[in-house]
T-cell receptor
Framework: KNEVEQSPQNLTAQEGEFITINCSYS?????LHWLQQHPGGGIVSLFM???GKKKHGRLIATINIQEKHSSLHITASHPRDSAVYICAAEYGQNFVFGPGTRLSVLP | DAGVTQSPTHLIKTRGQQVTLRCSPKSGHDTVSWYQQALGQGPQFIFQYYEEEERQRGNFPDRFSGHQFPNYSSELNVNALLLGDSALYLC???????????????FGSGTQLSVL
């Protein structure tokens, strides 16, 4: 069964802190996506990874295929980073989503 | 360049009714996927359409059906609505790359369906 787990479920940080959100999946995937969902539902795709590491601004995503694990890092966090972060494992043309990590960054 | 657009944004129905939700993909995208997101949970994959055919389906009953038009836009139909169908319905578009990974997904803002 394809399952995606995330930790932590909820995370509160002070502005400026370094944040890490973890994602693990159960079987081989073709890609791993990191998504950001703001209140009201809008989802923005942050990264698509099949190996290694990607960086965009203050966001860094890494994936370890052998360990079936991916991490999303936010450097110098800001209150506007407050959102739900979701990882989604892509299996062929199917996607399995994690439950999300709710991040609150306090000023 | 418009991104993914969904309509309506909100919808209220009663049990047993039928509903149609609409999605227009991002310009240049040919693949549309539909997701159901219950409150406080991650999205659940419903199905994906490419070349006007359903290509992949998640664990949803036949009450959930869809259609893709030649202009790549798509509809999600739900028959015999149940209270448990109340959720945010999200549409995502992408460019299919044959066997292998999609590009980054682009999501619409969703349709919030409430079944009373």
């Amino acid at each position: 069964k394809n399952e995606v787990e995330q930790s932590p479920q909820n995370l509160t940080a002070q502005e400026g802190e370094f944040i890490t959100i973890n994602c693990s999946y159960s079987v081989g995937i073709s890609a791993l996506h990191w998504l950001q969902q703001h209140p009201g539902g809008g989802i923005v795709s942050l990264f698509m990874l099949s190996s290694g590491k990607k960086k965009h601004g203050r966001l860094i995503a890494t994936i370890n295929i052998q360990e079936k694990h991916s991490s999303l890092h936010i450097t110098a966090s800001h209150p506007r980073d407050s959102a739900v972060y979701i990882c989604a494992a892509e299996y062929g043309q199917n996607f399995v989503f994690g439950p999300g990590t709710r991040l609150s960054v306090l000023p | 360049d418009a991104g993914v657009t969904q309509s309506p944004t909100h919808l209220i129905k009663t049990r047993g009714q039928q509903v149609t939700l609409r999605c227009s993909p991002k310009s240049g995208h040919d693949t549309v996927s539909w997701y159901q997101q219950a409150l406080g949970q991650g999205p659940q994959f419903i199905f994906q359409y490419y070349e006007e055919e359903e290509r992949q389906r998640g664990n949803f009953p036949d009450r959930f059906s869809g259609h893709q038009f030649p202009n790549y836009s798509s509809e999600l139909n739900v028959n015999a609505l149940l209270l448990g169908d109340s959720a945010l319905y999200l549409c995502a578009s992408s460019i299919r790359q044959g066997i292998g990974a999609n590009e980054k997904l682009f999501f619409g803002s969703g349709t919030q369906l409430s079944v009373l």
